[in-house]
T-cell receptor, first 114, second 114 residues
């Protein structure tokens, strides 16, 4: 069966420090991968999506970047965190059918920038 | 562009009450429609889905019918339990390049009291 792992679960980082959040998927190949952020107020914003190794599309300009070094690995990074980067980060995957069957989400990383 | 509008929360109900959470959408073409649930401190879980007009998605006593004529996908449950307390998100898919973008409503918080 397919599983998605996200870590760490919680993270407290100072302003200006780097960030690396990792997401891996098991039990499937060539998934579409996504990073979402859920800020206070519960809205969900798509940050990045990837349809293959090395292929990253950004939905909104920001202080973050994403990479996909392997088929089932998706990494969210920042060189220097801002206070506004605080939030709940969710990784998700879908089969390569434009997401028409829905996404499966990881358990999330709660990032607090202090 | 495509969008999803949900009724505002929080919704507070007594156990065994009937639940309706309204969801309407704006979309071109024929999107797939979803309800996701987020329990406190957790990621999102797919609750149910419908991929074409008049489809009824159902799971765990919840159901929703894809109504193209009214562009709606209202979530219902006949008898809620305390364990149903969570935030519920209505969503639709939109094709983006080779990927599929899930567009979420703002979420509706449900609180069920014993």
């Amino acid at each position: 069966s397919q599983t998605i792992h996200q870590w760490p679960a919680t993270l407290v980082q100072p302003v200006g420090s780097p960030l690396s959040l990792e997401c891996t998927v098991e039990g499937t190949s060539n998934p579409n991968l996504y990073w979402y952020r859920q800020a206070a107020g519960r809205g969900l914003q798509l940050l990045f999506y990837s349809v293959g190794i090395g292929q990253i599309s950004s939905e909104v300009p920001q202080n973050l970047s994403a990479s996909r070094p392997q088929d089932r690995q998706f990494i969210l990074s920042s060189k220097k965190l801002l206070l506004s980067d605080s939030g709940f980060y969710l990784c998700a995957w879908s089969v390569s059918n434009h997401g028409l069957g829905g996404y499966t989400f990881g358990s999330g990383t709660r990032l607090t920038v202090v | 562009g495509n969008s999803v509008t949900q009724m505002e929360g929080p919704v507070t109900l007594s156990e065994e009450a009937f639940l309706t959470i309204n969801c309407t959408y704006t979309a071109t073409g024929y999107p797939s429609l979803f309800w996701y649930v987020q329990y406190p401190g957790e990621g999102l879980q797919l609750l149910l889905k419908a991929t074409k007009a008049d489809d009824k998605g159902s799971n765990k006593g919840f159901e929703a019918t894809y109504r193209k004529e009214t562009t709606s996908f209202h979530l219902e449950k006949g008898s809620v339990q305390v364990s149903d307390s969570a935030v519920y998100f209505c969503a639709l898919t939109q094709r983006i390049g080779q990927g599929g973008k899930l567009i979420f409503g703002q979420g509706t918080e449900l609180s069920v009291k014993p």
